[in-house]
């Protein structure tokens, strides 16, 4: 029997362990931490159709905290308001999901081994490298480098915000250099303060500049981690005789426009837990079934991060006139940016058309 060496049981590592021993395979994971989900490093926020494509590895209703109706974003003061009267999204406990993926491994076969941190020495000649942003393995096996990432400070305290279904995300390359800042609200009475920043750009400054803005005068200290803003140029090669695939944030499956990476992330994983003896393969399935979206993602990134602050504003007041904030609501898709483009943006753009001219 195949056997399959996973590192890092994360989301990506756990989905890629239950698809693999779906197949056939035998799979091990080996996790540095003591358990799956712990440290937390993310705001838990998925899309309704994101959170669909991850219910047949958890239970959507068992991680689901506050329902989110759409987001108010502010492009340097200039503000557009995207709403739907159903959710758009769930902000979900992270941890537990975590946790949750990880014993479904575990109850399909997986053998986990917790503590256990991976350098150079691999249980099996197939290898799955999940092990995050940073991945050693990627380093180790000598993958093209990530280029570009967001350093970010998040913290959650209580906050009553005042539309506490909708998500607050705030555009300003002066204050939150090459990324942005967000309050995302996790009940009536707590939220998510995040800030993020492109290295080499400090993220303690722009905290700083968060809480003034939102005249917050006492927070608990930030957490800190970091987020990829590329897709390596190669995720998959053989080396000798052993296959190496990288999944998830070590591939950087990641939308660099919010840095949201688990609903890409699990969709490569259960690719590459299938393909784990094909890298090409694997390599050309996921990068023609989300390939096109993570280079639309990363377009939309590179686009705002150029802005100075009044490019950002004098952006923000077109889409107000094109009114796109009524074309969003109704057809945005915070997933995938390639189904917003199609015959409608276009009739929609040239009915406004007037309006900016
Ligand atoms: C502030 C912040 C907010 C975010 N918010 C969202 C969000 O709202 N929605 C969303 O979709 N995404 C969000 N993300 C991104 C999301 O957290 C990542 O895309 C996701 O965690 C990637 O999952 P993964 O399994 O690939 O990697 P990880 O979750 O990073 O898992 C990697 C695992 O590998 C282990 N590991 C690492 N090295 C080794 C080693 N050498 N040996 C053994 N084990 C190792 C680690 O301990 C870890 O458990 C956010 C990220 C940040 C930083």
Redesign the pocket.
């Known amino acids: 029997m195949r056997r399959i060496h996973i590192?890092?049981?994360?989301?990506?590592?756990s989905i890629a362990a239950i698809c693999a021993l779906r197949s056939g395979a035998d799979a091990v994971i080996?996790?540095?931490?003591p358990q799956?989900g712990l440290p937390e490093?993310?705001?838990?926020?998925?899309s309704i159709d994101?959170l669909s494509a991850l219910q047949p590895f958890v239970d959507q209703r068992k991680i689901m905290l506050k329902p989110i109706h759409g987001a108010i974003i502010d492009f340097c003061g200039e503000r557009i308001t995207v709403r739907r009267k159903e959710p758009v999204a769930y902000v979900c406990d992270?941890s537990k999901m975590?946790r949750l993926l990880c014993e479904k491994a575990e109850d399909t076969g997986a053998k986990i081994n917790f503590n256990?941190?991976?350098?150079d020495s691999f249980h099996s000649q197939d290898i799955i490298a999940?092990?995050?942003?940073?991945?050693?393995?990627a380093r180790h096996f000598g993958f093209p480098k990530i280029r570009g990432f967001a350093a970010?400070l998040?913290a959650r305290f209580k906050h009553r915000s005042e539309q506490s279904d909708m998500v607050e995300l705030f555009f300003s390359n002066s204050r939150f250099p090459g990324f942005f800042a967000w309050v995302?609200p996790r009940s009536e009475d707590e939220a998510e303060f995040?800030v993020?920043v492109e290295v080499p750009a400090r993220a303690g400054e722009a905290w700083n500049r968060l809480l003034r803005m939102k005249r917050i005068a006492d927070a608990p200290k930030p957490k800190g981690?970091?987020?990829p803003l590329e897709a390596r140029a190669q995720s998959a090669k053989r080396v000798g005789a052993r296959n190496v695939l990288l999944?998830?944030?070590?591939a950087g499956?990641?939308k660099s426009t919010?840095?949201?990476?688990?609903?890409f992330?699990a969709g490569c994983?259960a690719i590459a837990g299938i393909r784990s003896d094909d890298p090409l393969r694997y390599e050309l399935e996921w990068r023609l079934r989300y390939g096109a979206d993570l280079a639309m993602h990363s377009w939309l990134h590179n686009y705002l991060a150029g802005l100075d602050d009044r490019g950002m504003a004098s952006l923000g007041r077109r889409l107000n006139k094109l009114n796109m904030d009524d074309y969003l609501s109704m057809n945005g898709h915070m997933d995938k940016p390639t189904n917003m483009m199609g015959p409608d943006l276009m009739a929609h753009i040239l009915k406004n058309f007037a309006e900016i001219f």
């Open positions: 590192i890092g049981a994360g989301p990506s590592g080996s996790e540095e931490h799956a490093n993310c705001s838990g926020l998925f994101g992270r975590d256990e941190r991976i350098r999940a092990d995050g942003p940073l991945s050693g393995a970010t998040q995302i995040g993020g981690a970091v987020i999944v998830g944030d070590a499956q990641v919010t840095g949201g990476g688990v609903v992330g994983a």
